[in-house]
């Protein structure tokens, strides 16, 4: 049984250096010293810092993506979560197969992105299991970081086969809970099932399907599969919803294709419209098109993460998926009012909204109000609107509250005040983030939620891209080649999501089909130089910071950065800066 007094009391005297009274085991001492080394003490541990998206190892993750999602269609009403981290401690993905599960993992801050190392959180399941080399348990207050004193997490290496290299960790996390001595064998059991997937992975023509399906599952918005010979090998996480029953379909539609068959068929089932790609002999590589794709009821599986209000809402930065978090709490809560801001083009209003918005039409339970009304009918009658759809119970979002003079922000702030049951979503079209706070105040609250521009969110352009695609030409199949999205990449988004989707109509409307290459962009994009030297790259991410911190004011941005007027001024042009 689990001591925790006697835990705690051995901890404190190995971070002191003094002997303790009682004798934990010498591998918990190791780590708690790495740690103290690292971190000082537990207290300073206050959160799990997390890493952009772009910077997962997303081979890794689609290697592994299967037998996992297998694994954890298993671990239904046991209330254990499952961690993928890559050799540094990185989060490349969680797994619940229930809500006790998936709450565990959200009060730890354990999401995709979060890094668990013992340099960043001390010990833990996973960090320890990558420093120690084996396989390790943690519970409770025997790690080093106090958020993790109810949790118990059990972690061990995933190691090449051949080489022995560690190729990261899987941990299974849960509240502390009896018969823990039950998880080490099981964690075991799926650590030999992942290395015996790294050798199907490894043949030749595998290893050449998987560097296909990695770089399709990147661009694609579809299911994407790959199965072998002994049947499926990989899945994105869009596959991942597909029951077993459209498995074995898509199974069946491959093992009838002729060995040798190379090249992409187009194949239609009674419930499914297949794109299969069979170069290589045994291994097809099958895009999904079309088709019922039934999510998981029940006890089924889900990959965890941080809340959104709808997926349709593309995208996964840590900046953005924060934003729609704080929104999604926001109407649950019932906070009010609630400040949007952002500049002109970022999706505030979609964010507002917890989908793509559309002129005129709006989900249910939701009005659209236009500040500019106000000034063409007058404040009074304006007001009384307002007041009349939030009697309704209905959600308001307000369009542009920064042009509202004093009075009628006043008379705004007097009719939320009545009606304290709804969540008013007031959006802004502003840089200003002081503007937007005293706008804020003003209307009786303090939330303002930060809505980031494009130029922040570029590892999100190829699911923008694809979903901007799929709604303006949804046959034309409009993909990004590698090349155009190094371009899209290195460009500043002045107009931020209108501006992207701009580009993606002009190509639908000029009736292009199929990939999109760099000579297929507007020439406004390809004349930006994707490539800057790394001093131009930092020297212009100061230029930006110091802008926002100075909410758009050149001359207070030169001072921040200590430089002239002109000088920044200069820079701007040669960066291609806008406000």
Same mark, same amino acid.
């Given at each position: @049984?689990?001591?925790?007094?006697?835990?705690?009391?051995?901890?404190? &005297?190995?971070?002191?250096?003094?002997?303790?009274?009682?004798?934990?085991?010498?591998?918990?001492?190791?780590?708690?010293?790495?740690?103290?080394?690292?971190?000082?003490?537990?207290?300073?541990?206050?959160?799990?810092?997390?890493?952009?998206?772009?910077?997962?190892?997303?081979? $890794?993750?689609?290697?592994?993506?299967?037998?996992?999602?297998?694994?954890?269609?298993?671990?239904?009403?046991?209330?254990?979560? +499952?961690?993928?981290?890559?050799?540094?401690?990185?989060?490349?993905?969680?797994?619940?197969? =229930?809500?006790?599960?998936?709450?565990?993992?959200?009060?730890?801050?354990?999401?995709?992105?979060?890094?668990?190392?013992?340099?960043?959180?001390?010990?833990?399941?996973?960090?320890?299991?990558?420093?120690?080399?084996?396989?390790?348990?943690?519970?409770?207050?025997?790690?080093?970081?106090?958020?993790?004193?109810?949790?118990? %997490?059990?972690?061990?290496?995933?190691?090449?086969?051949?080489?022995?290299?560690?190729?990261?960790?899987?941990?299974?996390?849960?509240?502390?809970?009896?018969?823990? /001595?039950?998880?080490?064998?099981?964690?075991?059991?799926?650590? !030999?099932?992942?290395?015996?997937?790294?050798?199907?992975?490894?043949?030749?023509?595998?290893?050449?399907?998987?560097?296909?399906?990695?770089?399709?599952?990147?661009?694609?918005? *579809?299911?994407?599969?790959?199965?072998?010979?002994?049947?499926?090998?990989?899945?994105?996480?869009?596959? #991942?919803?597909?029951?077993?029953?459209?498995?074995?379909?898509?199974?069946?539609? %491959?093992?009838?294709?002729?060995?040798?068959? =190379?090249?992409?068929?187009?194949?239609?089932?009674?419930?499914?419209?297949?794109?299969?790609?069979?170069?290589?002999?045994?291994?097809?590589?099958?895009?999904?098109?079309?088709?019922?794709?039934?999510?998981?009821?029940?006890?089924?599986?889900?990959?965890?993460?941080? &809340?959104?209000?709808?997926?349709?809402?593309?995208?996964?930065?840590?900046?953005?998926?924060?934003? $729609?978090?704080?929104?999604?709490?926001?109407?649950?809560?019932?906070? #009010?009012?609630?400040?949007?801001?952002?500049?002109?083009?970022?999706?505030?209003? #979609?964010?507002?909204?917890?989908?793509?918005? @559309?002129?005129?039409?709006?989900?249910?339970?939701?009005?659209?109000?236009?500040?500019?009304?106000?000034?063409?009918?007058?404040?009074?009658?304006?007001?009384?609107?307002? !007041?009349?759809?939030?009697?309704?119970? /209905?959600?308001?979002?307000?369009?542009?509250?920064?042009?509202?003079?004093?009075?009628?922000?006043?008379? $705004?702030?007097?009719?939320?005040?009545?009606?304290?049951?709804?969540?008013?979503?007031?959006?802004?079209?502003?840089?200003?983030?002081?503007?937007?706070?005293?706008?804020?105040?003003?209307?009786?609250?303090?939330?303002?939620?930060?809505?980031?521009?494009?130029? =922040?969110?570029?590892? *999100?352009?190829?699911?923008?891209?694809?979903?901007?695609?799929?709604?303006?030409?949804?046959?034309?199949?409009?993909?990004?080649?590698?090349?155009?999205?190094?371009?899209?990449?290195?460009?500043?988004?002045?107009?931020?999501?209108?501006?992207?989707? #701009?580009?993606?109509?002009?190509?639908?409307?000029?009736?292009?089909?199929?990939?999109?290459?760099?000579?297929?962009?507007?020439?406004?994009?390809?004349?930006? *130089?994707?490539?800057?030297?790394?001093?131009?790259?930092?020297?212009?991410?100061?230029?930006?910071? !110091?802008?926002?911190?100075?909410?758009?004011?050149?001359?207070?941005? &030169?001072?921040?950065?200590?430089?002239?007027? &002109?000088?920044?001024?200069?820079? @701007?042009?040669?960066?291609?800066?806008? +406000?």
């Amino acid at each position: @049984m689990l001591d925790s007094a006697r835990i705690e009391e051995a901890k404190a &005297a190995c971070l002191l250096a003094t002997e303790p009274t009682s004798t934990p085991s010498a591998e918990l001492v190791s780590s708690w010293r790495r740690s103290h080394a690292a971190l000082g003490t537990p207290a300073n541990v206050r959160d799990v810092p997390c890493v952009a998206e772009d910077l997962l190892d997303a081979r $890794l993750l689609e290697m592994f993506r299967a037998p996992l999602q297998r694994f954890t269609e298993t671990l239904g009403d046991t209330g254990l979560g +499952l961690l993928l981290s890559d050799p540094s401690g990185r989060i490349l993905e969680c797994w619940s197969a =229930d809500s006790t599960a998936e709450r565990h993992l959200e009060s730890v801050g354990t999401l995709r992105g979060a890094v668990l190392s013992e340099e960043t959180v001390g010990t833990n399941g996973v960090g320890t299991a990558l420093a120690t080399g084996h396989l390790v348990q943690v519970r409770g207050p025997e790690h080093f970081a106090d958020f993790y004193r109810g949790a118990m %997490c059990t972690g061990a290496p995933v190691r090449h086969p051949v080489t022995g290299r560690i190729l990261g960790a899987i941990t299974l996390s849960c509240e502390i809970a009896p018969r823990p /001595e039950l998880l080490p064998p099981l964690l075991r059991t799926v650590s !030999a099932q992942l290395q015996h997937q790294v050798l199907e992975v490894e043949r030749p023509a595998s290893r050449r399907a998987l560097e296909t399906f990695v770089t399709m599952a990147s661009s694609h918005t *579809d299911p994407v599969v790959v199965l072998g010979p002994r049947g499926l090998v990989m899945q994105n996480a869009q596959a #991942s919803r597909l029951g077993p029953e459209r498995i074995a379909e898509i199974q069946e539609v %491959c093992r009838d294709i002729s060995p040798g068959k =190379d090249g992409t068929r187009l194949i239609r089932t009674p419930n499914l419209t297949l794109e299969v790609n069979s170069a290589e002999p045994g291994n097809h590589l099958v895009v999904i098109r079309s088709g019922p794709i039934p999510a998981h009821t029940g006890s089924g599986t889900r990959a965890t993460g941080p &809340a959104r209000p709808a997926s349709v809402l593309a995208g996964r930065s840590p900046d953005w998926l924060a934003a $729609l978090r704080e929104v999604a709490r926001a109407r649950a809560e019932r906070w #009010s009012p609630v400040v949007l801001a952002g500049e002109p083009g970022t999706g505030k209003l #979609s964010v507002a909204l917890g989908t793509p918005s @559309m002129p005129g039409r709006y989900p249910a339970g939701h009005s659209v109000l236009d500040s500019a009304e106000s000034h063409v009918i007058g404040s009074r009658d304006w007001l009384r609107k307002v !007041a009349a759809i939030i009697s309704s119970d /209905e959600v308001v979002c307000v369009r542009a509250a920064e042009t509202l003079d004093r009075a009628t922000l006043a008379g $705004l702030r007097s009719v939320l005040e009545t009606a304290a049951t709804t969540t008013p979503l007031v959006t802004l079209s502003t840089a200003d983030k002081r503007e937007a706070e005293d706008l804020a105040v003003r209307l009786g609250g303090d939330r303002v939620i930060w809505i980031p521009p494009l130029r =922040d969110r570029v590892a *999100d352009l190829p699911e923008l891209w694809n979903a901007f695609a799929r709604t303006a030409a949804p046959a034309a199949r409009l993909t990004l080649s590698e090349a155009a999205l190094r371009v899209l990449r290195a460009h500043r988004w002045p107009g931020n999501l209108v501006e992207l989707r #701009s580009v993606v109509q002009r190509l639908a409307s000029a009736g292009k089909i199929g990939p999109v290459e760099v000579g297929d962009l507007p020439a406004s994009l390809r004349s930006e *130089d994707p490539a800057l030297p790394l001093i131009e790259q930092v020297e212009l991410r100061a230029i930006r910071q !110091a802008l926002q911190e100075a909410g758009g004011n050149r001359a207070q941005a &030169a001072k921040i950065l200590g430089i002239s007027r &002109a000088t920044i001024y200069r820079k @701007m042009k040669t960066y291609r800066l806008t +406000l």
